[in-house]
């Protein structure tokens, strides 16, 4: 970097802040995508949660037809 882009940098983060700051974190994302991972695994043991089930395992009997309410409970009019 030249001194030029650079006090355009300083004059800029004092100027404007918000923005300056907004495009210093937007590049750094990326390179921490690729480099935080690794060393969660390597220095914190970090190991990934199991797999959701993708679906709701089925009983392995004959399914029973229900009658009326299930729970034993009976309508009166």
């Known amino acids: 970097m ?22 210093a ?22 190991k990934p949660a199991e797999r959701i089930p993708q679906s709701y395992p089925l009983p392995s009997r004959p399914r029973q037809a229900t009658e009326g309410y299930e729970d034993g409970w009976e309508l009166k009019a």
């Not at 030249?2 to 495009?23: C, D, K, T, V």
């Open 25 to 46: 974190l937007g590049a750094v994302g990326p390179i921490l995508v690729v480099t935080v991972p690794p060393i969660r695994k390597r220095y914190f043991g970090y």
């Open 2 to 23: 030249n001194g030029m882009a650079w006090r355009e940098q300083q004059r800029s983060a004092h100027e404007q802040p918000a923005i300056f700051y907004s495009l």
